[in-house]
């Protein structure tokens, strides 16, 4: 029973951690000259996200399903990811841009704000992580720990493996090819949060 249930929680958290999105993009701007970032932003989100599972199990879930609070969140997140893509647009756009220093923002703090401020990571817990939570509780206090144990491990072997991809094909890459993909990353990182906003005001 909670070998199977283990089982599910790695497909369910693999397909959310895999799927496109604001820290896949970060992880690939900051994995170019960083190999740990990707296990970094790992800790930072698991920073958030350890302690939230547990207080989702005392109540938390209703707070965030409050418009006020989901209102709060989305123009936060919005705009925390627009940010972040116009300083990294602004890092490879200079003169003497080295791709090695490209953005000063830790991987570890950024992997907190991105979790922290993402409407759909926050609203995912609220509801499918929630009752994977509630699943887990039932079948006992050490299944619970398991099942936040195993979902952010998933977490963190994919973005250290993504991470490692990056920083070592960026490395077979010339200047201008790196510039390419972090302003792709940046792009990215924009469109995320202007569509966290447009979705808010649109809710």
């Known amino acids: 029973m909670l070998f199977s249930f ?9 397909s959310g951690v895999m799927a496109p999105g604001p820290v896949t993009a970060a992880v690939l701007a900051q994995g170019s000259r960083n190999r ?3 296990t970094l932003i790992a800790f930072g989100h698991g920073m958030l996200e350890i302690p939230l599972i547990f207080l989702l199990m005392l109540g938390l879930a209703a707070v965030f399903e409050h418009p ?3 209102t709060a969140i989305g123009i936060t997140g919005g705009l925390f990811l627009i940010w972040m893509s116009f300083g990294l647009l602004r890092e490879i756009r200079k003169p003497d841009f ?8 830790g991987p570890l703090m950024t ?5 922290a401020t993402n409407p759909y990571f926050l609203f995912w817990w609220a509801t499918v992580g929630l009752n994977l939570a509630m699943r887990a509780k039932e079948l006992g206090g050490t299944a619970l720990v398991l099942f936040a ?5 998933c977490d963190l072997v994919w973005l250290t493996v993504l991470s490692f991809s990056v920083f ?8 201008r090819n790196q510039k390419w993909i972090l302003g792709f990353c940046a792009l990215a990182l924009g469109w ?12």
């Open 6 to 14: 283990l089982i599910q929680t790695v497909v369910i958290s693999l």
């Open 36 to 38: 740990w970032a990707g």
């Open 68 to 70: 006020l609070t989901r």
């Open 98 to 105: 080295n791709p090695t220093d490209v953005s000063g923002r």
């Open 111 to 115: 992997g907190f704000f991105l979790s």
């Open 149 to 153: 144990a195993v979902h952010w491990l």
């Open 168 to 175: 070592y094909g960026a490395g077979l890459l010339k200047q």
């Open 192 to 203: 995320f949060g202007l569509r966290f906003l447009l979705d808010t005001v649109w809710a």
